[in-house]
């Protein structure tokens, strides 16, 4: 089990940074693409690699920013906190995602297309988990860079 950490002198970057519903673009009420987003998770791990953590992004395929994020295990749970967690003007809008059965759980069913990636319907968050794999050693499948602490995956 993970156990959050005490957070060792203060997180300048973090500190300094707005908060997430601040810096959302408004989407446009008259252009139904504006609110289409792109959920997809990619895992980490804590310390071992048994310690796996999962992201869930969601984003917005117009804007290409992140709409909302959740941090957890691949379950139910969590992606209902990643959906709890998407702004309510986003959450009228259209969903992709992969096959993953959590989101036919919890994203209504209208709102919800699954595809493949070949598809290309979810290539931009896609495409965001490779550049966060890229340029964060943290998110490289193998590597010497992982993260200590359990609460330190919620500041990347």
Known sequence: ????????????????????????????PND??????????????VLKK????????????????VVARAIGDRSEKTCRELWNNIPEEYRKGHCFSGFWDAYQKVIPEGQLTQVGKETGETAHVE??????????????????????????????
């Open 1 to 28: 089990m993970l156990v959050p950490c005490k957070v060792y002198g203060p997180r300048k970057k973090a500190a300094n940074l707005p908060c997430l519903s601040e810096t959302l673009v408004t989407p446009d």
């Open 32 to 45: 139904p693409d504006a609110t289409i987003l792109e959920l997809d998770e990619l895992w980490s791990f």
């Open 50 to 65: 048994i310690n796996k953590v999962w992201i869930w992004i969601a984003l917005c395929r117009k804007t290409r920013q």
């Open 127 to 156: 495409r965001w988990n490779c550049t966060l794999r890229q340029r964060l050693a943290r998110f490289v499948r193998k590597t010497l860079s992982f993260s200590n602490q359990y609460l330190c995956t919620l500041f990347v």
